[in-house]
């Protein structure tokens, strides 16, 4: 039941200052594996590690009915956002978890991430009642994006290395290993029928909103260009929810 489902806020991302805006560079490769593509990394950053050298990122990501948020992506639309619910190195949410409100104005990006603690693990309720749970407990700045985006449509499940070079100039991250699980009509969190994104392997560079990294000499003899990219539209894609290009 509803009732029975208490959520609270950890933390407002008072403590994550980095990603309230920043600038966001991506670089997509398909000919490279990661072995390599760590190779370079290595040679001008260094390894911040977490739990281990290697994340596993799990995300649901919420869409109205109409997928607007996946549509406002593919149309170029420079003021969008998306709404996801967010862990880490487990299969299944446990009882603390992220909620993110990730916000793009164009070359500018940041998000608004809530780290919360809840009664019962998100995977052990239905979508309806982690949703209502969620509306129920949150700030009031955060209702209208919620209630806009009520359909649960993509797990997106991922493995990620973190980086930082040496200036201390950007942050790096590595990503691959991607999977996506459809939740579309789903009741609760379903991870069946996988649908692997084979090959491809991404490099994101994140920057302060006015700084700049000094990326050439990593990157250059890798050929690499920035590229759109995301993983959620990628999802709706593979898993037949809108049209391929």
Known sequence: MVASLSITMLDDGA?????IA???VKYVFTRHDVATLRHFLLRSCRRIVYAGEVSIVRSIYFDDPDLGTCRANLDGIGLRHKTRLRWYDHEQPTDRFFLE???RHHRLVGKHRLQLASNVPPAEVSFRT????LRRHLPGEHLARLAHNTEPVVLVEYRREHFILRDGSARLTLDFDIRFYPQLGRHRLSRSFAEPLPGVVLIECKTPPNGSAQLHGVLAPLRARAARFSKYVHGCRRLGYVGTA
């Open 15 to 19: 403590s994550r200052t980095d990603l």
């Open 22 to 24: 920043r600038r966001e």
């Open 101 to 103: 409100v990730k916000w």
């Open 130 to 133: 982690l949703h209502v749970g």
